[in-house]
Structures are given as structure tokens and as C-alpha cells.
């Protein structure tokens, strides 16, 4: 909304020239003669003369023309804050033009376009959709405009981002679950230990976390931190390490690494805590929400059956 001040100056420029446009072409016209004549007007210009002759007709109506278009344009698409007398359908009601409900307008007749091939494969289950290389199609789409940013063009991910294609789940990788996920979003939880453990508590840990997964460690570290994980770590990860599905703890046995498994990067973990969220997509779609969760679930579970 423009203040009374600014509504006013965009109203005093637009229509005063407008009508400073039609003064001038009245005014200049006044003193011509009606008629074509061979007289000049006396100005010459290198040998060259300007005949002293009316403007053409048909140039002088198109000025007009232009004119009368301005206030046309001004009455149909309003001006300012004022808005003018066209309308667009937004939400089934007829509201007037603005370039945001023009927009949102032309959105809902695309989604309603869509909406039946949309409520089609909401109604396969996504063990079958993932054979429908038309729903893959759309589904890839779905995922390349809204998911590509954070998951990469090919979902393998990146730090902090988890890859989706390599059958290791934080929350679980069955058709349910993947809907859950992008539906309602996630948020991971890793406390920051730093201020339990202490400088050498958070490396004793961090070598602890790499021997379960076989990678090189100090031995006399992870001895020392072993018993502190089954204190402060099991509720989470799972006495073995495993990980839950129910806190999204990942697995910290089998070396696929969320944010990084060298000794820095598990150190880092440790000492600040983690806290990685997925968007909730249920809530940031606005029409066919569950239909379009349900399409992209379906391309994401095709990603690791393969
Ligand atoms: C703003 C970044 C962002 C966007 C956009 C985003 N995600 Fe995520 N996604 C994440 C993060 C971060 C996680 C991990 C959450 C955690 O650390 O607990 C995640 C987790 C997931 C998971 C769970 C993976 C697992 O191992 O259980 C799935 C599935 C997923 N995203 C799919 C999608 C899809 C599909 C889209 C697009 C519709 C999408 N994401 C868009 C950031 C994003
Ligand atoms: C309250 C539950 C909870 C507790 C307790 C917890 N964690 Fe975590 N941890 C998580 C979650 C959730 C994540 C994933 C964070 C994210 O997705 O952003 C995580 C992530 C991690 C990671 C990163 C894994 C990767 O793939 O990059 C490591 C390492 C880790 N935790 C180790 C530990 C250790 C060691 C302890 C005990 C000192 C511990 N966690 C205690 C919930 C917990």
C-alpha cells in the first residue's frame, strides 16, 4: 500500500501527463494550417527545407488514441492503490487485479488443471506408482523445483543434507515413512556435549564413535569413552550404535557419515550438537499438498530400489 503522500504523486504524474500530452498535441495544432501547401516553414538545414504542413490526421488520432488507451489502461488495471474494474477469480471469488492475485490466480487454474491426474496417482500405492514412468517423471520434477537446493540435483546430498539414495534412512525408508518425512518435516536433535565432556572427554568420544564403525581410532580413547556412551549416547544412537529412526539418530556403524566422519568432523559433532531440519512440504504446498507428497515420496522410494 503506497501513504496518501506517494498515492498522490503517482496519481499527479501519471494523469497530469497524460493530460499534459493531450494540452500539447491541442495546442501545437491551434496555429497550423488546415490544408497541405508547398510554403516551409523558413528553416533550412544544409539545403534542406521542412514544409510548413498540418501533421498528418491519422498521426494526430493515434496521440488521441494513446491517450484514451492510458485512461482505458488506468480504468481497467487501477492505479496506485486505487484498484481498477478488472477482476480475477481467487479462492472460487471474484477480487480485483493485482499482479499478486493475477498470480495466485493463474496458479489455482493450473492446480486445478492438474488435480485430477495429481488424485490419480495419489490413489496407487507408491510400491506400484514407482512403475508409472510418467508419475517418475512428475515426481522427478516435484523434486528438481523444491528439494534440489538442499539434496542435490541428484539427491545424493551434502554435508549437513542426507543422501536419498543409498538406503541408509534417518527416519526410516518404507513409502509410509518417507511421506511422514516430507509431510511434516524433521528435526534432528543432537545435544552439544562440548560442556559434559570436556576437551579430552569429546576425543576419547570421538575415537569411541570411529571404532564402530572399523575406522582407525585410538584404542586407550575409546576405552575410556566407551562406558560414557552408554550412559549419555544409547538412549539415541542404541547400545550397539545403530541409531533410531524414532529421534533420527543416524546409525554410527556403517560409515556413511551426515556430517563428516574424520576425527574433526565427529569432534565438531560432538562438541557443538547438530541440529539439521527438513522443511515440512505438507504445509509449504498449498493445494494438492497430499498429492504431490505422495508423488515425490513415490520418485525418492524408486531413488533406492535400485
Ligand atoms: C532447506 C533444505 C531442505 C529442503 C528444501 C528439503 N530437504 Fe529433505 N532434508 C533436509 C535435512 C536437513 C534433512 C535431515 C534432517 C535431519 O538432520 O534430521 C532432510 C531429510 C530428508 C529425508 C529423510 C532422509 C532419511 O534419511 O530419513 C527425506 C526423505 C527428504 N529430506 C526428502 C526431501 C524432499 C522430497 C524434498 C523436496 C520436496 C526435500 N527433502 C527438501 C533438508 C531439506
Ligand atoms: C537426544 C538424542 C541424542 C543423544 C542423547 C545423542 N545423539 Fe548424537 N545425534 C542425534 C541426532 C538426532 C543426530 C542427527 C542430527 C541431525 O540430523 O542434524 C545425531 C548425530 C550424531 C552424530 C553425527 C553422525 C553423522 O552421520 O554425521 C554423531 C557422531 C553423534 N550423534 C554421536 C553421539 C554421541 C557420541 C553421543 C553421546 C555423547 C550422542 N550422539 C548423543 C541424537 C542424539
Redesign the pocket.
Known amino acids: 500500500m503506497l501513504s496518501t503522500f506517494w498515492q498522490v504523486w503517482v496519481a499527479v504524474i501519471v494523469i497530469g501527463s497524460i493530460i499534459g500530452c493531450g494540452v500539447l498535441i491541442q495546442y501545437t495544432s491551434r496555429g497550423q494550417r488546415k490544408e497541405e501547401t508547398d510554403q516551409t516553414t523558413g528553416h533550412e538545414y544544409d539545403g534542406i527545407q521542412e514544409l510548413d504542413n498540418p501533421l498528418p490526421r491519422w498521426w494526430v488520432m493515434m496521440f488521441w488514441a494513446t491517450i484514451a488507451f492510458g485512461f482505458g489502461y488506468i480504468g481497467v488495471y487501477g492505479l496506485g492503490n486505487w484498484n481498477g474494474l478488472l477482476t480475477v477469480e481467487v479462492d472460487g471469488e471474484q477480487v480485483t487485479w493485482t499482479s499478486e492475485n493475477q498470480w495466485k490466480a493463474e496458479v489455482q487454474a493450473f492446480e486445478k488443471d492438474v488435480a485430477p491426474l495429481f488424485n490419480k496417482y495419489a490413489a496407487t500405492p507408491i510400491p506400484e506408482l514407482v512403475k508409472n514412468a510418467e508419475a517418475m517423471e512428475t515426481g522427478k520434477r516435484?523434486?528438481m523445483s523444491?528439494?534440489t537446493?538442499?539434496?542435490q540435483t541428484d539427491a545424493t546430498g551434502t554435508k549437513?543434507?542426507?543422501?536419498?539414495t543409498d538406503n541408509?534412512?534417518?527416519?526410516?525408508?518404507s513409502p509410509e515413512?518417507?511421506v511422514q518425512?516430507?509431510t511434516h518435516g524433521?528435526?534432528?536433535a543432537m545435544p552439544a556435549w562440548g560442556p559434559v565432556l570436556g576437551e579430552q572427554g569429546v576425543a576419547d568420544m570421538t575415537a569411541y564413535v570411529r571404532s564402530l564403525s572399523g575406522l582407525k581410532h585410538d584404542e586407550a580413547g575409546a576405552e575410556r569413552a566407551a562406558p560414557q556412551y552408554q550412559q549419555l549416547c544409547m538412549a539415541c544412537h542404541g547400545a550397539d550404535g545403530s541409531g533410531s529412526?524414532y529421534v533420527?539418530a543416524p546409525n554410527l556403524t556403517d560409515d556413511v557419515w551426515?556430517y563428516g566422519g574424520s576425527s574433526k568432523d565427529i569432534a565438531f559433532t560432538l562438541k557443538n550438537g547438530?541440529?539439521?531440519?527438513?522443511?515440512a512440504?505438507g504445509e509449504i504446498w498449498d493445494t494438492n499438498s497430499a498429492q504431490k507428497?505422495h508423488v515425490?515420496?513415490a520418485?525418492?522410494y524408486s531413488l533406492s530400489q535400485k
Not at 168 to 173: A, P
Open positions: 516435484l523434486f523444491n528439494c537446493i538442499c539434496h549437513g543434507f542426507p543422501n536419498l541408509d534412512w534417518l527416519y526410516g525408508g515413512q518417507i518425512t516430507i524433521r528435526q534432528g529412526i533420527g551426515l547438530r541440529n539439521g531440519k527438513m522443511p512440504f507428497v515425490v515420496s520418485y525418492i
